[in-house]
């Protein structure tokens, strides 16, 4: 029963942190008024994507930390939810899709460490990372799309 109470408790920690971030960090009318490609999704894809991913973030976080609590892949867990919760008020509030891209492409980086330390440790905790990768390179070429345009 305790090991589930830890999944309960990993899977609602990014659950609860980033529907935070994402309400109060909403795009709001400045984000409308920019020049965004043909290819920028509708505003209400974002959130089922981003429960999908912070589920499976936070199951791959929790195989991981049941085996081995601190280590490279733990701090790489660590880092990329930092700065997938700082990427939000920096584009958002502050309106610096610029200032946005050098923290995502951090977050690129943080994933792909947890997905390479993870790998000799649980592969399912690794594979449950690639969708997460897809969907941020999405978002990288999105924000970098977004900056240049305007």
């Given amino acids: ?12 920690l990014p ?10 960090f909403q ?7 920019l020049n965004r490609p043909a290819w920028d999704p509708p505003n209400w894809v974002f959130g089922p994507v981003w429960t999908v991913l912070y589920v ?19 701090t790489a867990w660590w880092v990329q939810l930092g700065l997938n919760f700082l990427w939000s008020p920096v ?18 980086v943080s994933i792909v ?3 390479r330390l993870a790998w000799d440790q649980d ?11 897809a969907w941020v390179s999405y978002a990288t070429l999105l924000n970098v799309s977004i900056w240049w345009l305007n």
Avoid: C, N
């Avoid at 659950?15 to 109060?24: D, K, W």
């Avoid at 592969?123 to 990768?133: D, E, G, K, N």
């Fill in 91 to 108: 584009f958002f509030a502050l309106q610096s899709p610029g200032w946005a891209i050098p923290i995502i492409l951090a977050m690129i």
């Fill in 113 to 115: 460490a947890f997905i």
């Fill in 56 to 74: 499976m973030i936070a199951v791959a976080g929790w195989r991981i930390w049941r085996l081995r609590r601190t280590g490279g892949a733990m």
């Fill in 27 to 33: 795009p709001g009318e400045w984000f409308e008024q």
């Fill in 15 to 24: 659950l609860l942190v980033g529907s935070g971030v994402g309400s109060f």
């Fill in 1 to 12: 029963m305790k090991r589930w109470a830890w999944l309960v408790f990993w899977v609602g």
């Fill in 123 to 133: 592969r399912i905790a690794a594979w449950l990372f690639v969708p997460y990768l």
